[in-house]
């Protein structure tokens, strides 16, 4: 009975850590988006919510269309491209997430902390696709150790709601 119960335990462990550590699939976002052709650009003219909101945001298709009065004619954009102002807006996929009972505000980070995109997304203006996973893990361990060479603030109520 001992022997079973070991088992059980030693099963339910490895299973859990399996969940924990699995390679996640790679992210495909609907338009392979070129990061590098518009790298002249700051962050901020598409992911408008940078600098005033907790999200960044992904850029509305109106914001596209600013530039682009036609799709781009390269990996099935036309698919998924806006085909006037009141079209279905286009299906990005969300790369970064923190979990439900961490608040992150972009605003609180990029204004005030005048943090670089680059601190936590990398190279991503370089980038001629679209990642395929976060640049960074975003995990605790990594919002301290930030916090910490930063001198910021480790109030935990600051980010756990």
């Known amino acids: 009975m001992k022997a079973l119960i070991r088992f059980a335990i030693v099963t339910l462990g490895v299973a859990a850590l399996w969940l924990l550590v699995r390679p996640r699939p790679p992210i495909k976002q609907p338009l392979d988006f070129d990061h590098a052709k518009h790298g002249r650009m700051e962050c901020v003219v598409c992911h408008r919510g940078v600098e005033t909101a907790a999200r960044a945001g992904y850029p509305a298709d109106a914001v596209c269309l600013e530039c682009h009065a036609t799709p781009p004619r390269a990996n099935g954009a036309d698919a998924v491209w806006p085909a006037a102002r009141t079209a279905p807006r286009i299906a990005w996929v969300r790369v970064n997430r923190v979990p439900d009972h961490v608040f992150f505000s972009h605003r609180r980070h990029v204004v005030l902390a005048n943090l670089d995109c680059v601190s936590c997304h990398g190279e991503v203006g370089k980038r001629s696709t679209p990642p395929a996973a976060p640049a960074t893990r975003l995990d605790m ?21």
Do not use: K, P
């Open 141 to 161: 361990n990594t919002c301290e150790s930030c916090h910490e060479r930063e001198n910021a603030n480790n109030d935990c109520a600051a980010c756990h709601l």
